[in-house]
């Protein structure tokens, strides 16, 4: 079985502080990793992924990701926030084998404030 | 760039209506998704179609049917609305019909049932 945990519910953070979005996962096999953005009203959008190499990918708008192995994480991190960056954002697990599925967390509120 | 058109944007029901929502995607991909979305619970997979006229269950998928007529198109019925049910239903498609593949989402329908 495969699982997703996102420990953060919600994340309120200052304009132009840092932001450090957690993702724990769990799977045996190799893993395939997304972070996924939800604006109000609207569906999700890829911010950025993983499938091997470099553990740090780089995303648009800014964000990038580390991926741990050893720690079965894949955080997620800004430099900088802006306003517009308030959004509710997903860590998703993918296997090789659609059969499978997709795995989401259960996503991470971030409320960036002026 | 391609989009994906969800209608109808809002729907509201009565208890034990039968209720149909459509997707239209012109990024010309192979493989469709239906997802709901509950506050709380992340994202949960009804149905997919790799192809025309292909459909295969998910997790979710009891208390509704799909159908894949054209490539282009995906609609989700519920066969019997619950009452006092609300939640979002997400439709996305991806290039591919197997492995790690990045999704793209509609802005999604928002159902509420009387």
């Known amino acids: 079985a495969q699982s997703v945990t996102q420990p953060d519910a919600r994340v309120t953070v200052s304009e132009g502080a840092s932001l450090q979005l957690r993702c724990k996962y769990s799977?045996?096999?190799?893993?395939?990793l997304f972070w996924y953005v939800q604006y109000p009203r609207q569906g999700l959008q890829l911010l950025l992924k993983?499938?091997?190499?470099?553990?740090v990918v780089q995303g648009v708008n800014g964000f990038e990701a580390e991926f741990s192995k050893s720690n079965s994480s894949f955080h997620l991190r800004k430099a900088s926030v802006h306003w517009s960056d308030s959004a509710v954002y997903f860590c998703?697990?993918?296997?090789?084998?659609?059969?499978?599925?997709?795995?989401f967390g259960l996503g991470t509120r971030v409320s960036v404030f002026p | 760039g391609g989009i994906i058109t969800q209608t109808p944007k809002f729907l509201i029901g009565q208890e034990g209506q039968k209720l149909t929502l459509k997707c239209q995607q012109n990024?010309?991909?192979?493989?469709m998704y239906w997802y709901r979305q509950d506050s709380g619970k992340g994202l949960r997979l009804i149905y997919y179609?790799?192809?025309?006229?292909?459909?295969q269950k998910g997790d979710l998928s009891e208390g509704y049917d799909a159908s894949r007529e054209k490539k282009s198109s995906f609609s989700l019925t519920v066969t019997s609305a619950q009452k006092n049910e609300m939640a979002v239903f997400l439709c996305?498609?991806?290039?591919?019909?197997?492995?790690?593949?990045?999704?793209?989402f509609g802005s999604g329908t928002r159902l509420t049932v009387l």
């Open positions: 996305a498609s991806s290039a591919g019909t197997g492995g790690p593949e990045t999704l793209y």
């Open positions: 998703v697990l993918s296997s090789n084998n659609y059969a499978q599925g997709l795995t």
């Open positions: 179609s790799i192809t025309e006229n292909d459909l």
């Open positions: 799977y045996s096999g190799t893993p395939y």
């Open positions: 990024f010309n991909h192979d493989t």
């Open positions: 993983y499938y091997s190499g470099d553990p």
